[in-house]
C-alpha cells in the first residue's frame, strides 16, 4: 500500500512539473494557428470578421436619382460628387463598429459632416477620424465623402480599421475635374 502511494504522489508530481509546458505549449500554437486565420472577434456582437473584398471609388448620382458606383484611384474634384469605400464581409450580421482615418495633402478649407459628434480633426487639419457603428447591408459596410469647394488636389488615403486591426488602406488622388 506504501509503494502504492509513492509512485502516485511521484506520478503527480511529476504531472505538475510539466504542466506549464504543457499548457505553454498549448498557447504558443493557439496564437500561431488565430493568427494565421485573417479573422477577427469583433466587441459589438463578438463574431469572426473576415473580409471578403475591399474597394475604392467614386459615387454619382444620375439625373434619374440612381446611385452608380465607379471603381478608380482617380478622383474628378467635382463639386457634389463623392469619393468612398466599401468593405465586403463574409457571413456576417448584426452591427459592426469602425473607424476610417483620411489623410489629405493638406486641410481643406473647411470640414463639413453630417454628424459632428463622430468625428476628430487633428491640430494640423490635414487629418479625419471618424467612427461608425453601421449594420452591413448584404455584407457591405462603406462611408463616402462628398466633394466640397476648398477640398484640396493631391494625393489622399484612407485607412479603416476594426478596433486595431487594419481591414483597408485606400490611396487616390483628387484631380481637376
Do not use: C
Request: hydrophobic share 40%.
Amino acid at each position: 500500500m506504501l509503494i502504492k502511494i509513492a509512485n502516485t504522489q511521484v506520478l503527480v508530481g511529476s504531472l505538475f512539473l510539466m504542466f506549464p509546458l504543457i499548457t505553454s505549449g498549448l498557447n504558443n500554437s493557439d496564437v500561431a494557428l488565430a493568427a494565421s486565420k485573417q479573422k477577427y472577434s469583433n466587441s459589438i456582437t463578438n463574431q469572426q470578421i473576415v473580409v471578403n473584398k475591399t474597394e475604392f471609388g467614386v459615387r454619382i448620382i444620375n439625373s434619374s436619382g440612381k446611385v452608380n458606383f465607379f471603381p478608380t484611384t482617380t478622383v474628378p474634384l467635382k463639386e457634389g460628387d463623392a469619393y468612398g469605400w466599401r468593405i465586403t464581409l463574409d457571413k456576417y450580421s448584426g452591427k459592426v463598429q469602425w473607424r476610417e482615418v483620411l489623410t489629405l495633402p493638406k486641410a481643406p478649407e473647411t470640414w463639413i459632416t453630417e454628424n459632428r459628434e463622430n468625428i476628430s480633426i487633428s491640430k494640423n487639419g490635414k487629418t479625419a477620424t471618424s467612427t461608425r457603428i453601421q449594420t452591413p447591408i448584404n455584407g457591405v459596410i462603406e462611408n463616402f465623402w462628398t466633394i466640397s469647394p476648398g477640398d484640396p488636389l493631391g494625393k489622399h488615403q484612407i485607412q479603416v480599421y476594426i478596433d486595431e486591426r487594419l481591414l483597408g488602406t485606400f490611396e487616390f488622388e483628387l484631380v481637376p475635374f
